[in-house]
């Protein structure tokens, strides 16, 4: 829900409402969910996974039809996991930056401490399945 949240926000702040946006809800190993969001939105320019797997899946799906990752869709998936740079094209992903979120809630649960929030600013990494939007 607060991966949703952000990207409702940052659509926001681009202009653009998320009920226009086309979305598919699915489960994380879902591999159909690809297959959903292009026939969902066949004219889509770019797709933002809520897995790196999904989309993974997204990067087979649109070679199957035809569509060359970058030049006509860009496809970026969320949690940065080895296979991401191993796909083809490698995956642009969005670090949620799982490895640290569990030392810090390790540390925070074996510390006897005050709780305490933390914050962890995720980090993109580009890959070669983004690019511009086509013209």
């Given at each position: 829900?607060?991966?949703?949240?952000?990207?409702?926000?940052?659509?926001?702040?681009?202009g653009l409402d998320i009920a226009?946006?086309?979305?598919?809800?699915?489960?994380?190993?879902?591999?159909?969910?690809?297959?959903?969001?292009?026939?969902?939105?066949?004219?889509?320019?770019?797709?933002?996974?809520?897995?790196?797997?999904?989309?993974?899946?997204?990067?087979?799906?649109?070679?199957?039809?035809?569509?060359?990752?970058?030049?006509?869709?860009?496809?970026?998936?969320?949690?940065?996991?080895?296979?991401?740079?191993?796909?083809?094209?490698?995956?642009?992903?969005?670090?949620?930056?799982?490895?640290?979120?569990?030392?810090?809630?390790?540390?925070?649960?074996?510390?006897?401490?005050?709780?305490?929030?933390?914050?962890?600013?995720?980090?993109?990494i580009v890959r070669s399945s983004?690019?511009?939007?086509?013209?």
């Amino acid at each position: 829900q607060e991966k949703l949240r952000g990207y409702a926000e940052a659509l926001g702040e681009a202009g653009l409402d998320i009920a226009d946006v086309p979305m598919v809800q699915a489960q994380p190993g879902d591999r159909d969910a690809a297959t959903m969001m292009l026939d969902m939105a066949p004219q889509a320019t770019a797709i933002l996974s809520m897995t790196v797997m999904q989309g993974i899946a997204v990067l087979d799906e649109a070679r199957r039809r035809g569509l060359s990752v970058p030049r006509d869709l860009s496809v970026v998936g969320f949690n940065e996991i080895p296979e991401a740079a191993s796909s083809i094209p490698a995956l642009t992903t969005v670090d949620g930056k799982f490895a640290e979120k569990g030392r810090i809630a390790a540390r925070i649960v074996f510390d006897s401490g005050p709780v305490r929030r933390e914050l962890l600013q995720p980090r993109l990494i580009v890959r070669s399945s983004t690019a511009p939007p086509p013209r």
